[in-house]
């Protein structure tokens, strides 16, 4: 479907748009004064089409229209086309056509729609004076339709099949009967058989948006067979519109043409129905379904009001209603009250809220001048003393007549602010723009905590192991930009190194131990503690959100937090599908909600649909991650569900046995010595990193065991570099464990011989739980893994071949 009028976007071009026709007015005017200089009228065309690239980037082809025709109207009188009377009046129309832009403007930013009003008038007379034929006045109509009105909610379009067969058959007579009625010829016969196609039409795409174009096309063939609709070439245009639309089902079946504007096309077609003077039975019956009355047509034409005059008339009241309030603060309504006896009093607020009721009016704010016409008359039963009698009434009344004259001077002073097409109250939109500035600050952060994470993980891969070729070595080139890239100052002999690389003249040592440096000084803030501080930020967003009652905003925000809790758990944040999953999630609710500040009028229902449906996809991926972690806040006499191998396919088996194996030796090598003096950093940095491998290579091939006894070293040694975990004798004797167990886990995956597992995720859960108690191993506690298991010796769960 052809796309809306982007009325946000309008909001944020409007002032260049109106600046432009200032300019084209003031070069018009200098080009009147002396046509003999040509320069001001080529500077008016430039002005006019900047403003038609607009109007056709937001949408607003009814816009453009008019500025299409200033366009004609400038070249002509460029090229001298027209003389005498004829270039007067062309100048004339441009100068109006240039006025009323402003109000159009405006009128389209109120009424959030491109509808045309009052464009015809502009448009037509610039065609006529040009020698053009007019155009038809349904291309400048608009209407309200009701949802859903025309179509049968529920409803469900015929088969493929049958819709291709049946429009297949019916293309041919229905072009020729169309061509017929356009000729003139045979016009009742023909239109009653279109209007039988149009029919047989509506049945096959019932539930659809086709549905009331078919509808309505029934409604026109009626009304050219009776003379009630003369054809024209918008008539043309829909017929055409319809031949198109059998062509495409012909060919698609039930599908819906996306280029098919059947909004647009609907507004012509309703044109013709409001027009009709008289209402034979199907245009009676879609004049009821549409809602048309006899005010339709004359609303649509209605005359603009330029946006001035709008803000001159709603300041005025604002004027009036703050002589009311400087009344009323100086003078006892109380007191007042009890005046009622018959002695004159002071009308002056009752004269202030009667002036700004008509300026109200004037101003189209007829909500507003409702609500101080109750305050007036409360106002005037009070003098009267009316409320004398009870005390309580005589309070309610003046805290009525108070809030009521507040609230409508505070929304006043809010749409003289925040523009005049705004709906919401001051206090509404207050509060919902405190809470969005608010939840923006607090999703910057998550968004940097995020791409700080994906940043490091994303060069601490790329130097997991020396690049071999050009594509490892550009990987880490990459990597290294993405830190570097976000300022340039600092670390220069890097940066040398980098260019040396992206050059072709790479010396890789030095550039590996640049880099490792790099990393190790980028690690101000671990991984486990930005996702911790994420977390919250998450859980203040929400709150906030639903505080403001947008609950739906908050439900979103809750399913991202509860992905990236489980990934984090599972050790699973990385640039992947979920992760661009939340990250889609994240984007879309920023956008509706930034527009809705913007905008509070808006529909970000699209937005906000890609929104939930993201966050319903994290909830599938979160189902599907390990457990891992969190093993630690549950009872230890819960039975846990393992993460099982999977076959590791034969094109990774080798080189993924052969790098595990030089792991090992390294671990092998680098734990005692980091025993022996826990406090090289870099030696622990070396074995975290190690395992952080398992980790990764584990999950990739399907030798998850491993993996996931890789994620839990790693995340205990990561508690260890963050200061949060202390090496005592528990932890080394874990490691000692963990180094012993590796050599024979990793053969298993080699010769594919049974391997009894309960050792491996004996290890892997006290790794968990020493990270999460501190550094008590807590081993003693664990249960038996094969206490979990079925009470059958023979359970395969407990002891199984790997690495098949």
């Excluded at 748009?17 to 040509?38: C, F, G, I, T």
């Excluded at 109006?96 to 009424?111: R, T």
């Excluded at 963050?722 to 050599?743: I, T």
Aim: hydrophobic fraction near 40%; aromatic fraction near 6%; proline fraction near 3%.
């Amino acid at each position: 479907m052809a796309s809306k009028t982007d009325i946000v976007a309008l909001k944020w071009v409007v002032g260049l748009m109106n600046k432009q026709a200032e300019n084209a007015e003031a070069s018009l005017v200098d080009y009147s004064n002396d046509p003999s200089n040509k320069r001001p009228l080529l500077q008016c065309m430039w002005a006019v089409h900047q403003i038609t690239s607009t109007l056709r980037a937001l949408g607003m082809r009814k816009g453009e229209m008019l500025t299409l025709e200033m366009e004609r109207s400038l070249n002509y009188l460029y090229k001298d086309k027209v003389t005498g009377e004829r270039r007067k009046l062309t100048m004339g129309g441009l100068m109006q056509a240039l006025k009323v832009l402003p109000a159009y403007f405006a009128h389209a930013q109120n009424a959030r729609a491109d509808s045309g009003q009052g464009l015809e008038q502009h448009v037509n007379d610039m065609r006529r004076w040009l020698g053009e034929r007019p155009r038809p006045p349904a291309y400048f109509f608009h209407m309200e339709i009701p949802e859903n009105a025309g179509i049968t909610v529920g409803g469900q379009p015929a088969a493929d099949e049958e819709i291709r067969e049946r429009a297949n058959v019916m293309l041919a007579l229905y072009l020729e009967m169309a061509k017929m009625a356009l000729r003139r010829k045979n016009v009742k016969e023909s239109m009653k058989t279109v209007a039988r196609i149009s029919r047989r039409m509506q049945t096959l795409f019932v539930g659809t948006e086709p549905e009331r174009f078919w509808l309505t096309m029934i409604g026109i063939c009626e009304g050219v067979a009776g003379g009630l609709i003369v054809p024209d070439e918008c008539i043309a245009q829909i017929f055409k519109t319809g031949a198109f639309t059998i062509k495409y089902a012909r060919e698609n079946g039930a599908a819906i043409d996306p280029n098919m504007d059947y909004q647009a096309t609907l507004q012509q077609m309703l044109y013709y129905i409001a027009a009709c003077k008289a209402r034979p039975v199907h245009i009676g019956r879609i004049r009821g379904i549409f809602g048309i009355s006899e005010n339709t047509l004359s609303d649509a034409n209605g005359n603009l009001i330029h946006a001035d005059a709008l803000v001159t008339a709603l300041s005025s009241a604002l004027d009036q209603l703050n002589t009311v309030v400087d009344h009323l603060n100086t003078h006892d309504l109380a007191e007042e009250a009890k005046r009622g006896d018959g002695r004159e009093l002071d009308n002056t607020a009752l004269v202030g809220i009667e002036a700004t009721q008509y300026r109200l009016e004037a101003a189209g704010q007829m909500v507003h001048a409702d609500s101080l016409h109750g305050v007036q008359g409360r106002l005037e039963k009070l003098y009267r003393g009316d409320f004398n009698e009870s005390p309580e009434q005589l309070t309610q009344a003046i805290s009525d007549i108070i809030r009521g004259i507040v609230d409508v001077k505070l929304d006043i002073e809010h749409k003289l602010e925040h523009g005049l097409g705004s709906s919401f109250s001051s206090r509404e939109f207050e509060l919902r723009e405190s809470v969005v500035a608010a939840t923006f600050n607090h999703m910057g952060l998550v968004e940097n905590y995020m791409h700080q994470i994906l940043r490091r993980k994303e060069l601490a891969s790329a130097l997991a192991r020396k690049p071999k070729d050009d594509a490892a070595l550009l990987r880490l080139t990459v990597a290294l930009n993405r830190h570097l890239n976000k300022t340039d100052q600092g670390y220069e002999e890097l940066r040398e190194a980098v260019r040396q690389a992206d050059a072709g003249e790479a010396d890789v040592d030095r550039l590996l131990e640049l880099s490792r440096v790099f990393l190790n000084e980028q690690e101000t803030l671990p991984d486990r503690k930005a996702i911790d501080l994420s977390l919250e930020l998450l859980d203040e967003i929400a709150g906030a959100l639903g505080f403001a009652g947008m609950e739906e905003e908050a439900s979103i925000i809750d399913r991202c937090s509860g992905w990236l809790r489980a990934a984090s758990k599972a050790g699973e944040v990385r640039e992947d599908d979920a992760f661009r999953c939340f990250a889609e999630a994240f984007a879309q609710l920023e956008l509706h909600l930034q527009r809705s500040v913007i905008d509070p009028l808006d529909d970000t229902e699209h937005m906000l649909a890609i929104a939930r449906q993201r966050a319903a996809e994290l909830d599938e991926f979160a189902a599907k991650l390990s457990s891992g972690a969190e093993v630690v806040e549950g009872s230890w006499a819960e039975p846990k569900n393992y993460v099982e191998d999977a076959d590791i396919p034969p094109e990774f088996r080798e080189v993924f046995i052969e790098e595990s194996e030089e792991i090992v030796a390294e671990i092998s090598t680098l734990t005692p010595r980091w025993l022996e003096t826990p406090d090289d950093q870099d030696v622990l940095r070396d074995i975290r990193r190690h395992f952080h491998t398992f980790k990764g290579n584990g999950r990739a091939v399907g030798a998850n065991i491993l993996g996931e006894l890789g994620w839990a070293v790693q995340d205990m040694l990561d508690r260890v570099l963050d200061g949060d975990l202390e090496v005592g004798e528990s932890l080394k004797l874990l490691m000692d464990d963990v180094v012993n167990e590796l050599p024979v886990l990793v053969a298993s995956y080699k010769d594919g011989t049974s391997f009894d597992v309960t050792r491996t995720r004996e290890l892997t859960d006290r790794c968990f739980r020493m990270a999460s108690g501190a550094g008590e191993d807590l081993a003693g506690t664990l249960p038996q893994i094969d206490d979990q298991a079925s009470a059958s010796a023979s359970d395969s769960s407990v002891v199984e071949p790997l690495g098949h």
